[in-house]
């Protein structure tokens, strides 16, 4: 899709004036400089693509380029940043845009941004590999592409969460006003996220006679191809003569605001060098993710300088999601009728219910929001006699292919890091042959070959009996915590599980047991003891993919770090589009109410 007309007489007479008003504001305009990421004694200049008959052969040297003023400098090119460059360069056409990007194309086996991350408990959260991703698109490489709506009792003040809701259902409704685009961006169709408010689906249930109360079962997650940010939008944002794109470069520190809490100046290296340069713009966006937002902004403490101090806020009350699997669901109707698996739109868009709570439920339960969805019988353990399940643990756990299929929080959500059961395994797949290899094969196609992919398997129990994965929101502790080292550099993180994040999951589970039995629907069977519950969640659950927290939004500085427009506060130009402005994680995964949010931020600011 390209953003800006150039052909015909509307095209010529947007070019005359763009270039006018680039000559006015004396704004350098490189093209790319991805020539930053050179070979040592390779030429420092950057060769100018596109479309030669009207750009012809320009290099651009660096040194030009950092004498310029951009409009917008944008940190981070994953969903975020990415998001917000495109809807910016639509909004403003007349805005010079610079994206920085660490990564780069044929990224080592290292970096130096995840090698100086040290991870305190790593019992529950995964090493800084496996976290992010570096280069265009960011952690949109490993997407699952499921998009999830944030709900309204994520912004207001429960109990349970202490003083961590410093947000309020004004700026969900606010954001709201922008999931059309992001759903567009993001490729998940733009249906609803509730089925009450389809009418080809309201009067459907998840299993024959299951009723809406206290669980529901109409909420859903919808599922994007999944869109690869990087690859899928390089050519739009390389054709853009509006956004310029940095690749090998790290956001090392800002600058100084001056009186007004105008910063002008952010400083950045080049691939692992210690030397600095100076990169000028008017407006500043950190949409680096949780982990680089919050580092350059600890390392960044002269832009609180215009307040009594740095907020007290930043860096802490970090959160992910609990998940994993206590218990199995067994359902009393019509195996064929229950909706194990994904629905689809005519459009092609997967979706899938959740078991989801109301508000009114969680605030006089004094709960976290928790989702749970169906899911398939652990596949490490054999005893699911499913030859199917066992041909894929088998895959998953061989060394070459296994790394081939799935990331590796994927592929551990799989193993759970267990080669176990080998022989029983193979007992499974020869007895069911041989849907034991076909429904693999079918799943392989669907999931890897279409453009429009399977977003997960979930196979039909004849038994109409499923495991039930639960995905629960955190308390805000201060506590959990990401901080600077003593070289002042290093990211050191805290992240634990609290006894109120456990037993909510636990009271969950029998919220749901005692509902299906009411209706006579189904009941709960528990894997573990009452008593051996908390120990089990604190010994399954694992995060630091979904990160949040660490510059919440709040109405001041003494209870946050970014104002509801998510301005840094003590300064006038510099925003943050991260999930780091969170102050709650929700049951929801965070990438695609960010890019609603990212979407809001490029209209407010087009709108300034």
Known sequence: MDLCPRDGAAGRALSSRRRAWRKFRNVARPRSLDGLCRKPGTSGAATFPGNRSKYPFVKVDFSKATAGIYDLCVIGSGPAGITFALEAARMMPRASILLIEFGREAMPAHNVLDDSICIENLRNHHEPYECTNKGLGGSSATWGGRCVMYDPVDFLSRDIVRDGCTWDLSFLEDVRRHVPRAAELCECGQGPFDLAEDPARAESRIAEGFQSAEVTDTVVERWSMPTQFGPRYRKEIEASPQIHLLEGCRASRFGPPDQTGCVSELFVRVGESATESGVRSRRFVVAAGTQETTRLLLRSPQLFAGLAGVPDALGRYYQGHVSGKIASVQFHGDPRKTEYGFLREPDGTYLRRRFHFPAEVLCRENLLNTAIW?????????????????????????????????????????????????????????????????????????????????????????????????????????????????????????????????NSVIRCHELLDAHLRKLDCGHLDYWFDRAAMPAAIHDMSRDGIHQSGTTRIAAAPEQGVVNSDLLVFGTENVFVCSSSVFPTSGQANPTFFLCAMAVRLAHHLAQA
Request: cysteine-free; overall charge positive; aromatic content about 10%.
């Open 374 to 502: 169906l899911d398939n019988p652990l596949y490490f353990n054999p005893s699911h006699r499913s030859g199917a399940m066992s041909f894929m643990y088998l895959a998953m756990i061989t060394p070459v292919l296994g790394k081939k299929l799935a990331p590796p929080a994927v592929a551990h959500s799989v193993t759970k890091g267990k080669v176990t059961g080998v022989p029983a395994h193979l007992m499974n797949i020869l007895r069911g042959l041989p849907g034991s290899l076909w429904t693999p094969a079918s799943i392989f196609y669907r999931r890897y070959i279409r453009r429009r992919k399977l977003p997960g398997v979930f196979l039909f129990s004849p038994q109409n009996r499923y495991a039930l994965h639960f995905h629960a929101e955190q308390v805000p502790d201060r506590k959990n915590r990401m901080e600077l080292g003593p070289d002042g550099d290093t990211l050191v993180i805290h992240y634990s599980l609290t006894d109120d994040d456990v």
